[in-house]
């Protein structure tokens, strides 16, 4: 949230480990969303309604500016969960460290017709026109995933609406929901409470089954207390997606200081457990991003916060470099394994791009692209970027494009291929720990090819490579962990393995500083 001259990040952590358990609300602060403090824990187990653990929730301002933080409460070992609040103890201090769980707590209970053992994570409330707020908070009923909705008054009192906000059958336990408006025809982000003509809503959640993020766009109906999809609007894992890779549990919220919306999310270790507990740390928030409704009105367009422009250093730039097929482009003068990597590809013709296999309808992004590797020649495509390379090519993590021609138009495909990111093998040996995974990531960019180009940029960190292509109209994030391309080691090449030439029209990259401790 943003209160005061201040942005708030409270997070799931656990201060004993680098694995799931013990979780608390952990707290940093920023004047940017770049440069940190960490401040002590916000909330933690401490009270009959939070003893055996204070899971995810939200935080939402009150008039009057007030802050309110909204999370699920764990009860008993049957993991029973409740929802409860907290408020600043103190209103003055800047980084409000300490937080007040009043007695009154848990403020919603379950009732008979909700699974109290999957009832968590309320979003950030919003205020009708009627005086009521209303949250909703992430569920299922047998398999159908479910938007409990409730309202209030006061903001202490809720009563739960008889139908939920939102639901669907066979999608499973819905986590960490988020509903917010968009602005139809403005860039400007909106406030939680917004509603109007010009207003689209957004409606994601978190699937446990899957452990993705999805979202569809659509209209909230306050005096029917329904939110309804658009009708080409798919819910579940046939859906859209905010990132095609590792990127879970996000929120939104509205920034006031910029009149924008920022969507963060978490990105999991994909390394062995038993790699985990060496390093002694586990998961990362990623890059805040932008969020705006895409002009066509079918997607949102996520961009990496302008902040992060700040910690951009020595800059190198590359322009109308043509690449014929098997060509690569080796990218020097930067700190290549931390850069910031903005490229524009063009083509002369569509001609050569490979038909598309009807029998491929039925595979997602990611089978695609599993399928068809950076390696594999193609007639467009595969062209893109060699990420975290070492020298000799044992290791890398190809960025990249792939096009084809699909019965009555073009079909993008962008690729974040993390299946040769490593030369070590692992295999986790701990009971309950999990292998090493290095998917190749993949997702359809909806484009049209008419001026024959595409822009890709790749936010590169050691571990970490976020991928925006078209202007953030499809978003890819990967966690690898290379034993060769590591610091000054590391490589990055711009590379064609299809026969049709491209031309890098313009690339720029930036060495990436570290943020410093945000200073008091």
């Not at 004047?31 to 935080?59: E, M, Q, R, T």
């Not at 720990?433 to 290095?438: E, L, P, S, T, V």
């Not at 026969?499 to 029209?505: D, G, P, Y």
Request: contains cysteine; glycine residues 8%.
């Amino acid at each position: 949230m943003y209160f005061n001259g201040y942005y708030h990040l409270f997070y799931q952590y656990n201060p004993k480990g680098a694995v799931w358990g013990n979780i608390v609300w952990a707290h940093s602060v920023s004047k940017d969303l770049i440069n940190w403090k960490k401040v002590p824990h916000a909330i933690y187990p401490s009270k009959p309604f939070d003893k055996y653990g204070c899971w995810s929730g939200s935080a939402t301002i009150l008039p009057g500016n007030k802050p309110v933080i909204f999370y699920t409460g764990i009860i008993d070992k049957n993991q029973t969960q409740v929802q409860n609040y907290a408020v600043p103890a103190n209103l003055s201090d800047p980084y409000l460290i300490e937080w007040i769980k009043p007695d009154n707590n848990p403020i919603i209970v379950a009732d008979q017709y909700v699974n109290k053992t999957t009832f968590r994570d309320p979003t950030t409330a919003w205020l009708g026109k009627d005086g009521y707020w209303r949250t909703t908070i992430g569920g299922r009923r047998k398999h159908r995933g479910m938007a409990f909705l409730y309202r209030s008054k006061d903001f202490i009192n809720w009563v739960r609406v008889h139908h939920p906000l939102h639901s669907k059958n066979g999608t499973g336990n819905w986590e960490c929901p988020d509903f917010f408006p968009v602005a139809v025809t403005s860039k400007n982000g909106l406030d939680t409470s917004a509603i109007g003509q010009n207003v689209k809503h957004v409606f994601k959640v978190s699937l446990d089954l899957t452990r993705y993020d999805y979202y569809t766009l659509g209209t909230y109906f306050p005096e029917k207390e329904r939110y309804i999809p658009d009708k080409d609007m798919v819910d579940g894992w046939e859906g859209l997606r905010y990132d095609y890779g590792n990127f879970y549990a996000s929120k939104s919220f509205f920034d006031p200081s910029k009149n924008r919306r920022i969507l963060w999310g978490w990105a999991n270790e994909s390394d062995s457990t038993d790699n985990d507990v060496k390093k002694g740390w586990a998961g990362v928030q990623l890059i805040p991003r932008t969020v705006v409704l895409d002009p066509n009105g079918k997607q949102l367009l996520q961009w990496p916060i302008e902040e992060l422009e700040t910690l951009r250093g020595d800059k190198v730039e590359l322009s109308n470099k043509v690449l014929m097929k098997g060509e690569k482009v080796g990218i020097k003068g930067i700190t290549v394994a931390q850069a910031d990597v903005d490229v524009t590809f063009s083509f002369d013709s569509l001609d050569k791009a490979e038909p598309f296999d009807p029998s491929w309808e039925k595979l997602n992004g990611e089978k695609l692209c599993g399928l068809k590797g950076s390696t594999v020649q193609g007639g467009l495509g595969p062209f893109g970027l060699l990420t975290l390379a070492s020298e000799n090519l044992e290791e890398y993590t190809p960025v990249f494009f792939r096009i084809f021609k699909a019965q009555d138009k073009h079909k993008v495909l962008l690729c974040s291929d993390a299946s040769r990111s490593t030369i070590v093998e692992d295999k986790t040996s701990m009971k309950d720990g999990r292998d090493a995974w290095r998917p190749s990531f993949g997702g359809f960019v909806n484009i049209d090819l008419s001026s024959k180009k595409l822009s890709l940029r790749s936010l590169i960190d050691n571990s970490v490579v976020e991928s925006f292509a078209a202007g953030g109209k499809t978003v890819i994030t990967s966690r690898v962990y290379p034993s060769l391309a590591i610091y000054d080691k590391a490589r990055l090449y711009a590379f064609n393995n299809g026969t049709e030439a491209v031309k890098i029209e313009s690339l720029a990259a930036w060495s990436m500083n570290r943020p410093k401790l945000m200073n008091h």
